[in-house]
C-alpha cells in the first residue's frame, strides 16, 4: 500500500545529516528542529500559529479540550471515519453524534451537519477523508450562524487546497477555528515515528493549545490547566522539515498514479472512480473505490491472488464498533453502511512505477 523504503532512500543523504544534527545537539525534545519545522509548516500552510504535538489523536484531544465543552455535550462526527475522530469526543465525556457521508465525495456537507444540530451542539469535527477537503464554505457558514466550533481533522488532507466561491484559496486545516493533523508514517507528510500538530489564525486559542499540549503550563512548575503531555521530538521535527519540502512533489505524483487509475478504470460497470470535490484539490491519502454489486470482498480476494494489496477504510461504521455503541442511539446511516460495504483502496504513494500501476490495474480490470 506504501513504499516508505524508497521514499526513504531517495532522500537518504538529507534525511540522515538532519537526524545526526539533532542527535549532535542532544535537543532530543522541543528545540530548534521543532522550532523550524514549525516555522515551515506555518509557512506552508499560510496558518499564523502551528502547534506540534506527539500524534493525529491528541491534536484531535488538545483542540476539544481547549475549547471548553461540558460533558454531554453533542460533538457533530462522521461516522465513515478513522476511529480517533470518535474517540477523542467520548474520552472527554462528550456526547459523538454520528452523521451520514455524501455519496460521491464521503465527506461531510453543510446539510447533514445542520440537520445534526441541538440546542447542545457546541462543536462539529468534519474530517477531509481520503484527501480532499469537504465543502467547507457553506459548513463555516452554518457554524457561524449557530455559533458552533469547527475542528478540522486534517489527518488525511495536508496540503490540498479550498477555493472559496469568491475565489480565495486557503489550505485545508485553516478554515475552521483549529486544524488536526497527524504525521503517522504512512500519512501523506510522514515521519518516521508519532507526530501530530494544531493550526490556527487564533493568538489566544494558540496559546491555550500551546498550554494544554504542556502540562497546563506556560511558567515552568506553575500549572494554570489541567493539561496533557503531548510533544513532538526534535528527530521527527527534523525528518518531518526535510519531506515537507518535497510535499506538493509526493501531491503530484499521487495525483497522477489517481489519473492513471482513473483513466484504466473509466469504463467498467459496477466499478467507481472516486468523485472529486469541485472546489477542492485532492491530494490521494487513499485512492478508493466503490464496488457496486456486493463484490467488493470477491474483488479483494481476487486481487491478493494476484499479490496486489488492498485495504478496506473503513469496514465498520462507528455505530457499529462495540466501543461506541454505549455513546450513541444511532444504529444505521445508509450512505456510510453503503460505503462501508462497498469501498476498496488501492496502493496509493510516491513511488508507484508505471509498471506497477499497469500490473494493479490490469488485476483489478480483469476481475469484472
Ligand atoms: C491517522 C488519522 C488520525 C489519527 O492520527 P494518529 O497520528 O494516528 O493519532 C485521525 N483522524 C484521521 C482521519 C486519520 O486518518
Known sequence: ???????YQQLKP???QAIQEVIDSTAFIGGP?????????????????VIPCANGTDALQIALMAAGLQPGD???VPAFTYVATAEVIALLQLKPVMVDADPHTFNLTAEIFEAAITPRTP??????????????????????????????DNAQ??????????????????IGHIGCTSFYPSKNLGAYGDGGAMYTNDDALAAKLHMIANHGQVRRYYHDLVGCNSRLDGIQAAILDVKLKHLDRYAAQRHQAAAYYDNAFAGIAGLRTPARQHNSTHVFHQYTLLVDGG???ALAEYLQTKSIPTMIYYPL??????????????????????????????PMHTELTEEQLAYISDGVASFF
Request: with cysteine.
Open 295 to 297: 463484490r467488493r470482498d
Open 157 to 174: 488532507a495536508i496540503g490540498a487546497d479550498y477555493t472559496y466561491p469568491d475565489g480565495r484559496t486557503v489550505k485545508t486545516g485553516t
Open 74 to 76: 453533542e460533538v457533530i
Open 123 to 152: 462543536a462539529v469535527l468534519p474530517v477531509h477523508l481520503f484527501g480532499q477537503s469537504c465543502d467547507m464554505g457553506p459548513i463555516m457558514q452554518v457554524a457561524e450562524k449557530h455559533g458552533i466550533w469547527v475542528i478540522e
Open 317 to 346: 461504521p462507528l455505530y457499529d464498533q462495540e466501543a461506541f455503541k454505549p455513546f450513541t442511539d444511532i444504529t444505521f446511516l445508509p450512505v456510510t453502511d453503503h460505503l462501508c460495504k462497498g469501498v476498496i483502496s488501492l
Open 33 to 49: 528542529a521543532v522550532n523550524r519545522f514549525k516555522e515551515s509548516l506555518q509557512q506552508y500552510l499560510g496558518a499564523k500559529h
Open 14 to 16: 538529507e534525511i540522515d
Open 1 to 7: 500500500m506504501v513504499d516508505l523504503k524508497t521514499q
